[in-house]
């Protein structure tokens, strides 16, 4: 099986920072672009950013220039920085891959269970 695995949400104030962090593990031959998403209260679930395996990343435009999505494919994670953090930042973020398993070659997508930010005004 294969599960991603988040940490590094929580409660801050306008202006601060948190990084979070989504760990893949299982039976993983290759990870093709991770992301990361959120979903506030009564809004639909919004790609927030994604990066490639060779680095290439986008970024919606409500967090550019304050958040910075990175990998390390030694260790089958990805990050998110997030500063200047907003009380509209506030949301259920989740970690996604898509994932091609040992057993099979086509890629599957695979989410988080997802972390609590909370930004207080």
């Known amino acids: 099986q294969v599960q991603l695995v988040e940490s590094g949400g929580g409660l801050v104030q306008a202006g601060g920072s948190l990084r979070l962090s989504c760990a893949a593990s299982?039976?993983?031959?290759?990870?093709?672009?991770m992301g990361w998403y959120r979903q506030a209260p009564g809004k639909q679930r919004e790609l927030v950013a994604a990066i490639t395996p060779v680095g290439r990343s986008n970024y919606a435009d409500s967090v550019k220039g304050r958040f910075t999505i990175s990998r390390d494919n030694a260790k089958n994670t990805v990050y998110l920085q997030m500063n200047s953090l907003k009380p509209e930042d506030t949301a259920v973020y989740y970690c996604?891959?898509?994932?091609?398993?040992?057993?099979?070659?086509?890629?599957?997508?695979?989410w988080g269970q997802g972390t609590q930010v909370t930004v207080s005004s």
């Open positions: 299982g039976s993983i031959f290759s990870i093709n672009t």
């Open positions: 996604n891959a898509g994932i091609i398993k040992r057993t099979t070659i086509f890629p599957q997508d695979y």
